[in-house]
């Protein structure tokens, strides 16, 4: 009920409704593209792209993907607890479950963008690789980590207002530390490592593209360092937000 309110209020009165997702997302596809296919003539070296000429763009919104539902759930639900204070002040009410709706959210958002993607796939490579199938474990896990995270931006913010704009810094300079606009192969190789596995949205956006636009999974320790990370995050963010909450109604 909470996530139907929530995307039913992002979209209220807007005559495409819940198109606009949609729209958005192909919308971008076609952008990056265009841009990055035919302007600046970029490649990318992954099985069936590579005598592609649109093959870059569809790489780099392939990585987008995961991206857009993580930074968007990320920013959204920071506020998620301040925002609401009658489900924490007025009702016997589960509260861990505010932050997990932003996330939620966002990532079914930006899962709209999956069906103008597989369209162009299909167009440029002439098939669809059956691990696609595996996608719902991805974005299980993927909602596992975003979550940890926004546990702990939740939690903090209604102690510290300071916390939702300092995450778009954040984000921002995150965005740039991971592989999505360049290939992982083009950093040095001790930088290489770091960012392979130090920073778990590389393995979410190498395991999309692999799953997506080479069939199979590249690198197997990439995807067990995403698992590893979403353990490791979701355990901190929920006993943080656990024991922070207790005083939540105080402080409102």
Do not use: C
Request: charged share 10%; glycine share 6%.
């Amino acid at each position: 009920m909470l996530l139907k309110r929530d995307l039913d209020a992002r979209y209220k009165g807007a005559l495409l409704g819940k198109l606009w997702p949609l729209i958005n997302q192909a919308v971008q596809i076609v952008i990056y593209t265009v841009v990055f296919s035919t302007i600046m003539v970029a490649h990318v070296d992954m099985p069936g792209l590579n005598n592609s000429r649109l093959g870059f763009g569809v790489w780099l919104f392939t990585g987008l993907l995961p991206w857009i539902g993580f930074a968007g759930g990320i920013s959204a639900s920071a506020t998620s607890v301040v925002s609401q204070p009658n489900f924490v002040k007025k009702i016997v009410f589960p509260l861990p479950l505010l932050p997990v709706v932003p996330v939620i959210t966002a990532i079914i958002e930006s899962l709209f963008g999956m069906v103008p993607l597989l369209i162009v796939v299909v167009a440029i490579t002439h098939k669809l690789h059956p691990t696609i199938l595996l996608l719902p474990i991805v974005w299980v896990v993927q909602a596992l980590f975003t979550i940890g995270l926004a546990y702990v931006a939740a939690a903090i913010t209604v102690y510290l207002r300071d916390i939702p704009q300092s995450i778009a810094t954040i984000l921002n300079v995150w965005f740039y530390l991971t592989p999505i606009i360049y290939p992982l192969s083009t950093l040095p190789a001790p930088v290489r490592k770091f960012v392979q596995f130090a920073n778990p949205l590389t393995a979410f956006i190498d395991v999309y593209r692999d799953l997506i636009l080479a069939g199979r999974i590249r690198d197997p320790a990439v995807l067990l360092s995403a698992g590893i990370w979403t353990l490791v995050v979701f355990t901190i963010g929920f006993t943080l937000y656990r024991r922070l909450q207790v005083a939540f109604a105080d402080v409102l």
